[in-house]
């Protein structure tokens, strides 16, 4: 596959640890490993699309450099595929309990998604990290660090990531769209930057997802094929329901799912992040979350959408406000 042909996530990944966006600290706490030619096991921990697989292939590439040799220096498994116990016993010991070969230091194992690695995985892990260190270190990343056993925890060196700020977003967001040769509105980017939550890889999917819609991208275009409502007519929905106009909140509900196709569950949870940016008092909006989780709830266990959605208005209608 040539470059041009590589989805936009893998076309624009930063290829070194200079190169990536955000994580200023934990960038350059990995550049300290790049130097010194030596590092601990470590464990990745954040949100999705923060660049927790960058910094590692990143952080590999930029220690090994001409070395870097897929299945002799490094190796990548992802935890989600191959989760047994078996892969610790044979794949993991069996990379790990070879030698280096020459010109490297140590091997890297990189086992991402390792919070879907199951209890007893990890259990056999432990000894492989501890026997084998000389030979090998590993990168465990996760989503949820809870989801990792205590023993393994403390045979690593924590980096917690955060969410991409919405400044790094815009950059990045822009810099993919100039060399696109795309034209992408203000607006466009703040939709963007609305459904992707702070995840990169999200936003820079969506964008060329956008890109094959037409010649601008707007805020119309991201709603539109990501499938999310715009946040002015969540509010606009609720405040009717709030003004107790019952039957045109109502139609704007049914409009909303004829137009989006949304099920019952995303509308509740979009309700819920419009919900603070409601000019009501505190108790009010305390009241419309505590009735959107028991609506979510219902919903969750198999309750008509129609007939939940319109309670959950008919509900809001006749608060105290």
Known sequence: MSLDQQPWVEKYRPRHLSDVVGQTEIVKRLKAFVNDKAMPHLMFAGPAGTGKTTCALALIRDMFQKNMKRNQSYLELNASDARGIDVIRTDVKDFAKT????????????????DSTTAAAQQALRRTMEKFTH????ILICNYSNKIIL??????SMFRFSPLSKEELIDRINHVAKNEK??????GVDALIYVCGGDMRRAVNYLQACSTIGDEITEDVVYRITGKINPLEIQSLLKAAIAREFMVAKRKLDELFNSYGLSGRNIVKQCHSEVFNLDVSEKVKMDIIK???????????GATEEIQLNAMLAKIAIMDL
């Open 99 to 114: 030698q280096p070969p020459t010109g490297v230091p140590f091997k890297i194992l990189v086992l991402d998604e390792a």
């Open 135 to 138: 030979n090998c270190r590993f």
């Open 151 to 156: 023993p393994i925890q403390s045979r690593t």
């Open 182 to 187: 795309l034209k992408i509105r203000p607006d």
């Open 291 to 301: 009735m959107l989780a028991e609506i979510e709830f219902r919903l969750s266990q």
